[in-house]
């Protein structure tokens, strides 16, 4: 009754988008300011590829695999920009809703 959820954030708006191979990416939107991703260096218009070295098909992917940790978790994102592949180091936030 007076207890709430959290849940691990990574700070940033996703969509689905298919590459020319026919292959589901994870496109960032947008990206909040002062967030995790953003404090990490990610930026809209990246592609997460990966999560922890596990290959990402599409947003519902990234955001399953994001929820399978915990808030304060040290977390690696690979993604794309521009035809380059960079891996960072995020630290996930807290994302508290009342229940």
């Given at each position: 009754r007076?207890?709430?959820?959290?849940?691990?954030?990574?700070?940033?708006?996703?969509?689905?988008?298919?590459?020319?191979?026919?292959?589901d990416?994870?496109?960032?939107?947008?990206v909040?300011?002062?967030?995790?991703?953003?404090?990490?260096g990610?930026?809209?218009?990246d592609?997460?590829t990966?999560?922890?070295g596990r290959?990402?098909?599409g947003a519902d992917a990234?955001?399953?695999a994001?929820?399978?940790?915990?808030?304060g978790?040290h977390?690696?994102v690979?993604?794309?920009?521009g035809?380059?592949?960079?891996t960072?180091t995020v630290?996930l936030a807290?994302?508290?809703?009342?229940?």
């Amino acid at each position: 009754r007076s207890g709430h959820a959290t849940h691990p954030l990574l700070g940033v708006t996703l969509t689905d988008q298919t590459s020319a191979d026919g292959t589901d990416r994870a496109l960032v939107r947008s990206v909040s300011s002062g967030g995790p991703a953003d404090k990490a260096g990610i930026k809209g218009g990246d592609v997460i590829t990966a999560i922890d070295g596990r290959s990402m098909a599409g947003a519902d992917a990234v955001i399953a695999a994001i929820r399978s940790f915990q808030p304060g978790d040290h977390v690696s994102v690979t993604y794309e920009r521009g035809g380059n592949s960079k891996t960072v180091t995020v630290t996930l936030a807290t994302d508290s809703a009342a229940s």
